[in-house]
């Protein structure tokens, strides 16, 4: 059985952000550029999130539902920078790694269990290699397969460690919501809710053959 690991950094810009500025920590921080402009949220800190904020969201949103928050234009070159470290740090135990952008990496730990043991501790330590040397926090997904891993290290941010055993994927995957799978978009999720499905317990009750005769390639 294969061993995905996906690790992600917690609000990654914000992260580093506050590495640069520690004035930073414990308030509502948004990346993205001049709150009255027209641009988009890279990034907002969990105290932002509070307020409604998320990745993507037009920066005149952000500002009506959170004027007080602290505006920041980012800092690119060290998004870069810090990556690269953590690129270096992973590339020392992951014998496959690959990184999905800038903030996530998937590394397969398939056949490792004599060297690293068990898969959460090993986990919990690499964690906290990378909060202690870069101070940066991050939440890591484990799992059979790279959707479900990805699924796992969203499960329990901030600083979470989540372990989806084999055999137990349909049961975890149940009660979440069917836009938690990733590539599920507006578009998609608007017409699985037409037909009812708006849990991924819904979508089991779906054959293969029925989903992708509703949704051709995308459904299979």
Known sequence: MAVIFHLDLDAFFVSVERILDPSLEGKPVIVGG???GR????????????YGLHSAMPMKQAYKLCPHGIYLHGSSGEYVKYSKEVKKILEQYAPLMEQASIDEFYMDF??????????YSFAQ?????????????SSI????NKTIAKIASDFGKPM?????KPGNEKEFLAPLP???IPGVGKVTLKELNKKG???????????EVQLENLFGNNGK
């Open 178 to 180: 069917v836009q938690t």
């Open 197 to 207: 499905i708006k849990f991924i317990k819904d979508l089991q009750e779906y054959s």
């Open 160 to 164: 979470g460690i989540t372990l989806v």
């Open 39 to 50: 641009g988009v949220v890279s990034a907002c800190s969990y105290e932002a999130r509070k």
């Open 125 to 137: 330590l690499i964690q906290k290699e990378i909060k202690e040397k870069l101070k940066l926090p």
């Open 141 to 144: 997904g484990i799992a059979s």
């Open 34 to 36: 001049d709150p009255k």
């Open 110 to 119: 398939t056949g490792c269990e004599k060297i690293y043991g068990d898969f």
